[in-house]
Nanobody, 120 residues
């Protein structure tokens, strides 16, 4: 089993920045792929960014150039550095991990989510 715990959400003004963290524990060897997803009110959950232990990266179209995902394998932690935030980035952000057949697909494990609100 794997436990994923997110932190770092909160309120930020448009144009601001925020950093999310996700710490993994348990059978971390089983989660070569880790990702951030988000779910905005009334919308489907969508991929924000994914990263693997060997460095594969992918970003959702709406965050390219503004968000950066990184990973500290030694600490089993991933980060999401978000800049130039807009109200459209308001959502609950979920950490995801696993070993999917395609590395860019969702894994089996989910965190509880952390809320990000962008408003003036």
């Amino acid at each position: 089993q794997v436990q994923l715990v997110e932190s770092g959400g909160g309120w930020v003004q448009p144009g601001g920045s925020l950093r999310l963290s996700c710490a993994a524990s348990g059978s971390v060897h089983s989660i070569p792929s880790m990702a951030w997803y988000r779910e905005a009110p009334g919308k489907q959950r969508e991929l924000v960014a994914v990263i693997t232990t060997d460095g594969n990266l992918m970003y959702g179209d709406s965050v390219v150039g503004r968000f950066v995902i990184s990973r500290e394998n030694a600490n089993n932690t991933i980060y999401l550095d978000m800049t130039t935030l807009t109200p459209e980035d308001t959502a609950v952000y979920f950490c995801n991990g696993g070993a999917p057949a395609n590395w860019w697909s969702p894994g089996d494990y989910w965190g509880q989510g952390t809320r990000v609100t962008v408003s003036s």
